[in-house]
């Protein structure tokens, strides 16, 4: 069984009937109170249900049915708020529920000495401790997370990813990291535990994806304390408006005061009640997404604070470029023709496996039509690149090609003899300003010419990073080349900048500068070398298949391991962002054409002049009222799908994105109510309700 989270329907049919349950469960005050909108609903709810029992025995303000009318509805848009939020919660849930369905205990090897070979004892997963070492064989399951002391195996990690397909984890590096309940597939691997019982990543995965626990964020916080602020205010104007009337009444003589059931639906009516609703769903959600993504954010603070990155930092190797060169020219020296030239770099080749020997035997293949030789077959001593003599070839029938960096192989000709041609030493230079790689290639002392290597880029990277650029974010690309390969590969590819020969205290230093100057700044990261930028940045992601210190360091972890997956966590970010400005904005134009509703509505029987500004032709106050707040619940469940699903976004500047909210949720939320409030009332009317 797999634990990757997938994407669930909208509307799944479980989730929905625990929403329900749970929506009534929300209505204990203690959990309302933390929604001040909300609470003020409840409170007027229970109200309400009282002066309706009171209409029951005779002494009631109001016609018992219409106080019914109120009173139920106020209930219905407290449930529906209750349901959206169980709704975003309940998705969480459920995925967390699979995940813990999976997790078994399993019998562990625990080694009585830290190698192989040592004795070992079997144990229950539940009993390791951090720092234990354990053993663990082909078809074996992995007890814990752990570090690789020794060995090298293809690992199994659908379990965690979904992806089918094995990946080598290894002693040393940064692919030395596994993961509890994956399984081992080929060899064997000594690993020293590196979490407690109920510490794992799927432990803590389990916990991230649970809705119901997730902190609220600053931008969420702020926003709350402005929607109680409102609440606050129209609730101290609301009560007021008691006395007024009153006085107005015994003043003129005429019409009636206001009663407190009219009160408590104006008062509903005017405080931002759909964003309140919803807002929890909308921070839910959002961690949601970036679940279905395959990204597991470690709060909801990663998750805005994605949406508000503008500095972009990169890798180069396996982000931005393929992360192999590639043979992409054969250039040969004086005398010597491009032909012989393929021919020879491809023998000196083919005992190569590198991406980079592999990409020359195909070119002069592809070019030439060079077949592949096999080089037992030819009687030829292959000779292996060391770090030492920084090139590797072939002996052959006298023949003795080498091919590798052109200082090295600069010695190498002079050792035997013979000298370095200046126009090879002027391809050299003029390939590495333009970003690639020469390789020289000679046999004994005779120079024969150089293959130049490149760095791919990935296909639609360039259009990506300009995309990047219109929502306003700088992009960094980090490698460890020389600066004039990095510049030219920085063009290429279209970013905006570039960090040459970086190491550990550049990367950080880069970061902590970005960050002095107000920027937030988003970066990857799988290497322990990476863990210090990781921890300074805004945003870090840390590659699942990365070492421990990477992902602790992180405050996301990207299931997949794939670098480029930091664009989607800021475009879901962003998501987040604007769904929550999209919904706000909607939220309060929706409130100012409900006040054309309900305001002459309520004090009509106060003032009667006041139906000259029934613009809408509303039956009558009752109807006016009744409609407004029946309009004021209804709306909730009609944008949970929103809340739930998130906002388009599209890459736009801050003006273009403002323009585009007012236009499509401020004039949308302004419309909405007078068209739904006055079907409403057309429908009470006709049923004999009005």
Request: net charge neutral; charged share 20%.
């Amino acid at each position: 069984m797999t634990l990757q989270p997938q994407s669930r329907p909208l509307f799944e049919a479980a989730i929905v009937r625990q929403a329900i349950v749970a929506s009534f469960q929300k209505l204990d005050p203690r959990i309302q109170i933390r929604n001040p909108v909300m609470f003020v609903v409840l409170v007027g709810a229970m109200l309400t249900s009282v002066l309706w029992l009171q209409a029951l025995v005779g002494q009631g303000e109001a016609p018992a049915s219409f106080i019914f009318a109120i009173s139920v509805w106020l209930w219905f848009t407290v449930l529906f708020a209750n349901f959206a939020e169980a709704m975003a919660e309940g998705r969480g849930k459920a995925q967390a529920n699979t995940l813990r369905k999976s997790r078994r205990d399993v019998q562990a090897k625990k080694l009585r000495e830290p190698r192989y070979g040592a004795q070992f004892s079997p144990v229950s997963s539940g009993d390791l401790r951090a720092g234990d070492v354990v053993l663990v064989e082909a078809g074996d399951v992995v007890p814990s997370d752990g570090e690789v002391l020794e060995g090298v195996a293809s690992v199994n990690e659908s379990a965690i990813t979904g992806e089918s397909a094995p990946v080598i984890r290894e002693s040393g590096g940064d692919r030395s990291a596994v993961t509890g309940g994956t399984t081992v597939l080929s060899d064997w691997l000594v690993v020293r535990i590196t979490a407690n019982p109920g510490e794992t990543f799927l432990d803590r995965m389990i916990g991230m994806v649970e809705g119901a626990k997730r902190q609220k964020t600053p931008n969420e916080i702020a926003l709350n304390i402005l929607l109680a602020a409102l609440t606050i205010i129209f609730l101290l104007s609301t009560t007021t408006l008691l006395p007024f009337s009153l006085f107005a009444v015994q003043a003129n003589g005429t019409g009636a005061p206001v009663t407190v059931a009219v009160l408590v639906a104006l008062l509903v009516c005017l405080i931002p009640t759909t964003i309140g609703g919803l807002l929890s769903a909308i921070g839910i959600a959002g961690m949601d997404r970036m679940i279905q993504a395959n990204v597991i954010a470690m709060s909801g603070r990663a998750v805005e604070a994605a949406g508000d990155v503008d500095v972009l930092l990169l890798d180069k190797t396996g982000t931005i470029t393929l992360g192999n060169r590639q043979a992409v020219a054969f250039i040969p020296a004086n005398g010597i023709s491009e032909q012989h030239l393929a021919d020879t770099a491809q023998l000196s080749s083919l005992a190569d496996e590198t991406p980079e020997g592999r990409s020359i035997v195909v070119l002069a293949k592809e070019k030439y039509g060079i077949r592949e030789r096999n080089v037992q077959e030819l009687g030829a001593e292959f000779v292996p690149f060391t770090a030492q003599t920084r090139m590797s070839g072939v002996n052959l029938s006298g023949s003795m090609v080498r091919k590798g960096a052109s200082d090295a192989i600069q010695r190498y000709v002079e050792s035997q003899g013979g000298q370095f041609p200046p126009e090879v030493r002027l391809t050299v230079e003029t390939i590495a300003r333009r970003g690639g790689t020469p390789l020289v290639v000679a046999d004994k002392a005779k120079v024969l010419g150089v293959v130049q290597l490149k760095d791919i880029v990935k296909g639609g990277m360039k259009e990506r990073f300009a995309e990047l650029r219109r929502m306003g974010i700088k992009t960094v690309m980090i490698t460890g080349d020389n600066p004039l390969t990095a510049a030219a590969i920085a063009a290429e590819a279209g970013v905006d900048d570039f960090l040459a020969e970086a190491t550990p205290e550049a990367k950080l230093q880069l970061i902590r500068e970005y960050q002095t100057g107000g920027r937030l700044v988003a970066m990857t990261g799988d290497g322990t070398n990476d863990a210090p930028a990781l921890a300074q940045a805004d945003v870090a992601v840390a590659m699942n298949s990365g070492t421990q210190a990477a992902k602790e360091a992180g405050n996301m972890v990207d299931l997949d391991s794939n670098p480029t997956k930091l664009i989607e966590v800021v475009e879901i970010g962003k998501q987040l962002l604007i769904t929550r400005g999209s919904l706000t904005t909607f939220s309060i134009a929706n409130d100012v054409a409900k006040y054309f509703a309900i305001i002459p509505a309520a004090f009509a029987v106060t003032y009667p002049q006041l139906n000259a500004l029934n613009v809408m032709g509303l039956t009558s106050p009752s109807s006016a009222i009744a409609s407004a707040v029946i309009f004021n619940a209804i709306i909730i469940p009609f944008l949970i799908p929103l809340a739930l699903r998130g906002v388009k976004y599209r890459p736009m500047g801050a003006a273009q994105l403002l323009q585009r909210n007012l236009l499509i949720y401020g004039l949308g939320g302004l419309i909405a109510p007078f068209i739904g409030i006055k079907l409403i009332d057309v429908m009470l009317t006709v049923l004999g309700l009005a």
